[in-house]
């Protein structure tokens, strides 16, 4: 992970949908790619950790409990703090960048279909 990586470029290597994968680490925090397509995000809450979405390509609808949904589009940044109860989801094929710190559970407490450990972001 010392190498230049180009997001564009790496975000089409990547092959499945919701497969996080980590590209790099600052201090405590976790670097991350992801393709996102459909509704298979669980709602989920992170109890300790805040986690950036940033929109790379695409249009991502991001739902946050008990207020108004909003989609983001490429160049848009977002901060969700910890607790809040979120998902995402997209009509069509959304590429995300994500920074989150390394004890950050990909879907929180909740595990579904989607549910990646660490180890697997690792490898993808």
């Known amino acids: 992970m010392n190498s230049k990586i180009n997001i564009p470029i790496a975000l089409n290597d990547i092959q499945n949908h919701f497969y996080p994968r980590i590209i790099g680490e600052v201090n405590d925090v976790y670097v991350k790619i992801v393709k996102i397509l459909g509704e298979k995000v669980p709602w989920h809450h992170h109890e300790n950790e805040d986690e950036l979405f940033y929109v790379v390509e695409g249009a991502l ?33 959304c590429k995300i960048l994500l920074i989150e710190n390394k004890t950050t559970a990909h879907t929180g407490d909740v595990k579904s279909k989607i549910t990646k450990s660490i180890n697997d972001q690792l490898q993808s």
């Open 61 to 93: 609808l991001f739902e946050i409990q008990g207020k108004d949904s909003f989609t983001m589009e490429a160049g848009d940044i977002f901060i969700v703090k910890k607790g809040i109860n979120h998902r995402v989801s997209s009509i069509e094929e």
